[in-house]
């Protein structure tokens, strides 16, 4: 397991629920409800994050040409030592929490809440990230409950409940030419309920 003592510099404790707007076509341009760019020693505890965007599923679901492609719920960016415990998040338009060129990541005893219908609702996505791990949590989403894009090395994955959804996915992969690779990804205990798929690699 990839864990290790973190620095935490800011600790951001929720103590109830934030709610996003439900004007979904003005969060949905923005990319990111909550961004985190280049911080060292963060750690979010407790809380619910309600993105409220039911009516962007629908929206997408009905094939119509002008929805939004949605935000993501949590986002880190080049950042290390992140620490995210006892976080709920609900209702994400898109992906709930994304880490991307974060090093040092411990996730652990979070709720991810979305209908199984739910277009592109990705639990947690890791991309070009490194000692990364999310242990004892519980995903339902209508996309991967945990998707691992390029250049991801040392992810450690335990003791998750996984479904509805599609799973636990590698990729997609090889969309451009000199992609980084994928290595050293651990799966243990993890318990697949109506998924479509259990663990995969997508190319």
């Known amino acids: 397991m990839y ?5 935490r510099s800011i600790s951001i404790t929720i103590d109830g629920t934030l709610i996003a707007s439900s004007n979904y076509r ?3 341009k923005g990319g990111t409800w909550l961004r985190f760019q280049h911080v060292n020693g963060v ?3 407790g809380g619910v994050l309600d993105g409220q965007w039911t009516a962007l599923w629908k929206c997408k679901n009905s094939n119509k040409k002008n ?3 949605g935000a993501t719920t949590l986002e880190f960016i080049g950042s290390k030592n992140i620490m995210i415990s006892g976080l709920t998040s609900i209702n994400s338009q898109m992906f709930h929490i994304v880490f991307n060129g974060c090093q040092y990541v411990k996730t652990q005893d979070v ?4 209908a ?3 277009p592109n609702t990705e639990g947690i996505h890791v991309q070009m990230s490194s000692r990364v791990t999310i242990i004892h949590s519980k995903i339902r989403t209508g996309d991967d409950c945990i998707s691992i894009g390029p250049g991801t090395n040392s992810l450690w994955i335990e003791n998750i409940e996984c479904g509805p959804g599609h799973g636990i ?3 997609s992969l090889g969309w451009e030419l000199n992609e980084a690779g994928v290595q050293n990804v651990t799966v243990k205990r993890v318990t697949f309920t109506g998924t479509q798929n259990g663990v995969r690699i997508k190319s």
Not at 3 to 7: N, R, V
Not at 111 to 114: L, P
């Open 116 to 118: 199984g219908n739910s």
């Open 43 to 45: 750690s979010i505890r």
């Open 26 to 28: 003005v969060a949905g």
């Open 3 to 7: 864990a290790q003592l973190y620095k």
């Open 67 to 69: 929805c939004p492609t």
């Open 111 to 114: 709720n991810i809440v979305a």
């Open 169 to 171: 996915s590698i990729g």
